[in-house]
């Protein structure tokens, strides 16, 4: 039973737009949400994180948005760069449970000069 | 470069050969990981070191045997695999009992024939 999902395996997106990337958690108890972006032959490198106690973190192009009513959040990339592309993975823990992340299995994002 | 440095990168093994995976972090960090990603799935979290003592096992088959020797080194022998064990193993490193940040390395493509 996968309790984070990313129901969107791809995305592709024009250079200069939005690019809104989906995730869902079935488990209520998680408490924070973390976003990785993971290029080609390298591994995940965190991008951006948000606190359930907030519903919108901001840190420049990126803005990641939580809805604990509707168990959702998303990530915006306003503009879009082609240096953008590469497969996104969300990931939800409980801060007492500190060492267990839980992955989504991630969409990969084209963005198209 | 991430300071998680993996080797090798790739890997060739037949299902009765043994062999080791090695993961190094000069970050400081005194909590390492190894997690398994397969094609088109989450990310799956295998074990969890923190200072040295393995303190998560996510019901890993015995063919996998991790290593701890310092919180620097994080080794992961593996041997009798099967193919369904080819994925790419991902080694990650972060600080204090807050995994939030885990900062992931290179990994290693292990392919099984």
């Known amino acids: 039973d996968q309790q984070v999902k990313q129901n969107s395996p791809s995305l592709s997106v024009q250079e200069g737009r939005i690019s809104i990337l989906n995730c869902d958690y079935t488990?209520?108890?998680?408490?924070?949400f973390l976003w990785y972006k993971k290029y080609p032959a390298e591994g995940p490198t965190f991008l951006i994180s948000i606190s359930s106690i907030k519903d919108k973190n901001e840190d420049g192009r990126f803005t990641v948005f939580l809805n604990k009513s509707a168990k959702h959040l998303s990530l915006h990339i306003v503009p879009s760069q082609p240096g953008d592309s590469a497969v996104y993975f969300c990931a939800a823990s409980r801060l007492e449970y500190g060492n267990k992340l839980v992955f989504g299995a991630g969409t990969i994002l084209r963005v198209k000069s | 470069e991430t300071g998680v440095t993996q080797t090798p990168r790739h890997l060739v093994m037949g299902m009765t050969n043994k062999k080791s995976l090695k993961c190094e972090q000069h970050?400081?960090?005194?909590?390492m990981y190894w997690y398994k990603q397969s094609a088109k799935k989450p990310l799956e979290l295998m074990f969890v070191y923190s200072l040295e003592e393995r303190v998560e096992n996510n019901s890993v088959p015995s063919r996998f045997s991790p290593e701890c020797p310092n919180s620097s080194h994080l080794f992961l022998h593996l041997h009798t695999l099967q193919p369904e064990d080819s994925a790419l193993y991902l080694c990650a490193s972060s600080q204090g009992s807050g995994f939030l940040k885990a900062f992931f390395g290179q990994g290693t493509r292990l392919t099984v024939v």
């Open positions: 970050l400081g960090h005194n909590a």
């Open positions: 488990n209520s108890m998680f408490d924070y």
